[in-house]
């Protein structure tokens, strides 16, 4: 059995039914700074899934008691997500980590380079792109079943109160949030439309603050140009009131049209987006799982992860700097 555990218990403590339930995998440690929210997880894990790891309050120690790590999910704060992982991967463990991978290339960088000098496996989760509709669209578009990809856009229209920032102190900051509507809620669209077009080629972008009290952004909007050719906007607000939480994807061909509303199709030219190509994995934990046992490369590597990164950062680039972009 793969020995598994997880790093930080807030978002990241949601993937520990699934390496419970797991058959070649066993939920061995969880970790937290936070001693409370670390004692609530064990015993919700006990209590409601039969759960026992081990808890540690630091990586350094559940890596010197735990002896031998076959995989560990990362939940940090995702500016922190580089720091763990380069400790992890120099420990000799395969990580996973919770989307964006972090939240600058620099950092990206940091990691990749522990990962290929330590020989370790890294992936990222994107639970979107184990959807079977999604999976669909990605094999529509491959097969040209809606003949050339002209347009790929995306609108996602939360809201999230003040709370929602003001809890933990690090939401809507530059140093560890690395953004808010879009680094933080949109990378799940944002990621989906770099898998369907490609790698982005240039962006216009603006960002702005609209109605909470936060050094980031509740707003983004960006008209993005991509190396296949395809066009995309992409708009996100987390200042949607009320509470009605949305997340349109609208793609279009040279001779078919598909629009999805909250990962459902809502209208599309091709029929039985969700069984014409079913993903192999339910989620991206199953999807790590398989590919440590394997020691195959997971399906939301580095290179795959650092497209929506790369092309995120490029939107605040250009709304501060007021020009378009190019990306290397």
Known sequence: MLKMAIVGLGMGGSYGPVLQKSETAEF???????????EARLKSYKDEIGAEPKG??????????????????????SGFHHETAVELANAGI?????????????????????????????????????????????????????????ICDARLKWFRGQEY???????????????????????????????????????????????????????????????????????????????TDSTWIEIHGTEGSIYLKDGKVVSSTVENLETICPPPFANPVEDFIDAVAKKRRPMIDIPEASKSVELITAVYQSSREGKRIVLN
């Open 165 to 243: 920032y003001d809890k933990g102190g690090w939401r809507g900051t530059w140093k560890i949030d690395g953004g808010a509507s879009l680094m933080n809620n949109g990378a799940h669209p944002m990621d989906l439309l770099c898998w369907f077009a490609g790698r982005a080629k240039t962006v216009v972008g603006e960002f702005a603050v609209i109605s909470h009290k936060i050094e980031t952004e509740d707003w983004t909007s960006a008209i993005i140009q991509f190396e296949s050719g395809a066009r995309s906007t992409i708009s996100t607000t987390t200042s949607a009131f009320p509470k």
């Open 28 to 38: 061995t440690a969880i970790c937290d700074i936070n001693r409370e929210r670390l």
């Open 56 to 77: 540690y309050l630091s990586v350094s120690e559940m890596i010197k008691k735990e002896g031998r790590l076959d995989g560990v999910i990362i939940g940090t704060p």
């Open 94 to 150: 395969n990580i996973l980590v919770d989307k964006p991978l972090d939240i600058s290339m620099e950092n990206i960088a940091k990691i990749k380079t522990a990962v290929e000098k330590n020989k370790v496996l890294c992936g990222t989760i994107y639970p979107s792109r184990c959807n079977p509709i999604m999976s669909g669209v990605k094999h529509a578009i491959e097969k040209g079943l809606i003949g050339k990809l002209l």
